[in-house]
């Protein structure tokens, strides 16, 4: 099974600064025949299930704000939230698709300093 | 819309079995694969396994193999998913969702989630 591994667990950010959520996978989730990274993030609000944000590592899905954005490739990747707002305080999930099982990291809990 | 409704809570004995529905509806059924997910009180996300709606050709993760059983209905658009055996351990909310169907070996996101269904195994 790939292993996902978040960074922090935790994280404190003042209202309109930058956060940034780390995540790094056991095995690379990059496909070179095409050269994706089989790599998504979600966000998860209390009493909610996960939403989609970025896929493909960086690929943000529709209607999500461009505040949020992804990189990396192959074992590491990055959700940056350029400004954060209130309404952004959530549980942030990483997640691998390359191969089954698909595999979740730990979650970071994202909060306003 | 584009959605996935499932069934409501239970609560179920220690020994038990479970079965939650997912109903898909806005969408082409055979379009898209059926997950379940499930996340224990505070904790994170657990991959469980899923079908392939056009045949109905199943995945499971190594830890439910045997004790999960995903079938589907196709003339309902309907997900079931049974849970036998059951311990406190499988206390959770139970998700279902929906990845895009590509014949490649990789996965695709999951785009559309169910609300969830919270499962109580308790004496």
């Given at each position: 099974?790939?292993?996902?591994?978040?960074?922090?667990?935790?994280?404190?950010?003042?209202?309109?600064?930058?956060?940034?959520?780390?995540?790094?996978?056991?095995?690379?989730?990059?496909?070179?025949?095409?050269?994706?990274?089989?790599?998504?993030?979600?966000?998860?609000?209390?009493?909610?299930?996960?939403?989609?944000?970025?896929?493909?590592?960086?690929?943000?899905?529709?209607?999500?704000?461009?505040?949020?954005?992804?990189?990396?490739?192959?074992?590491?990747?990055?959700?940056?939230?350029?400004?954060?707002?209130?309404?952004?305080?959530?549980?942030?999930?990483?997640?691998?698709?390359?191969?089954?099982?698909?595999?979740?990291?730990?979650?970071?809990?994202?909060?306003?300093? | 819309?584009?959605?996935?409704?499932?069934?409501?809570?239970?609560?179920?004995?220690?020994?038990?079995?479970?079965?939650?529905?997912?109903?898909?509806?806005?969408?082409?059924?055979?379009?898209?694969?059926?997950h379940w997910v499930r996340q224990a009180p505070g904790q994170g996300l657990e991959w469980m396994g899923g079908?392939?709606?056009?045949?109905?050709?199943?995945?499971?993760?190594?830890?439910?193999?045997?004790?999960?059983?995903?079938?589907?209905?196709?003339?309902?658009?309907?997900?079931?998913?049974?849970?036998?055996?059951?311990?406190?351990?499988?206390?959770?909310?139970?998700?279902?969702?929906?990845?895009?169907?590509?014949?490649?070996?990789?996965?695709?996101?999951?785009?559309?989630?169910?609300?969830?269904?919270?499962?109580?195994?308790?004496?």
């Amino acid at each position: 099974d790939i292993v996902m591994t978040q960074s922090p667990d935790s994280l404190a950010v003042s209202l309109g600064e930058r956060a940034t959520i780390n995540c790094k996978s056991g095995h690379s989730v990059l496909d070179s025949s095409n050269n994706k990274n089989y790599l998504a993030w979600y966000q998860q609000k209390p009493g909610q299930p996960p939403k989609l944000l970025i896929y493909w590592a960086s690929t943000r899905e529709s209607g999500v704000p461009d505040r949020f954005s992804g990189s990396g490739s192959g074992t590491d990747f990055t959700l940056t939230i350029s400004s954060l707002q209130a309404e952004d305080v959530a549980v942030y999930y990483c997640q691998q698709c390359f191969s089954t099982p698909y595999t979740f990291g730990q979650g970071t809990k994202l909060e306003i300093k | 819309q584009v959605q996935l409704v499932q069934s409501g809570a239970e609560v179920k004995n220690p020994g038990a079995s479970v079965k939650i529905s997912c109903k898909a509806s806005g969408y082409t059924f055979t379009s898209y694969y059926v997950h379940w997910v499930r996340q224990a009180p505070g904790q994170g996300l657990e991959w469980m396994g899923g079908i392939d709606p056009r045949d109905g050709r199943t995945s499971y993760a190594q830890t439910f193999q045997g004790r999960v059983t995903v079938t589907r209905d196709t003339s309902t658009t309907t997900v079931y998913m049974e849970v036998t055996s059951l311990t406190s351990d499988d206390t959770a909310v139970y998700y279902c969702m929906r990845e895009a169907v590509d014949d490649s070996p990789r996965g695709q996101p999951f785009d559309i989630w169910g609300q969830g269904t919270v499962v109580t195994v308790s004496s």
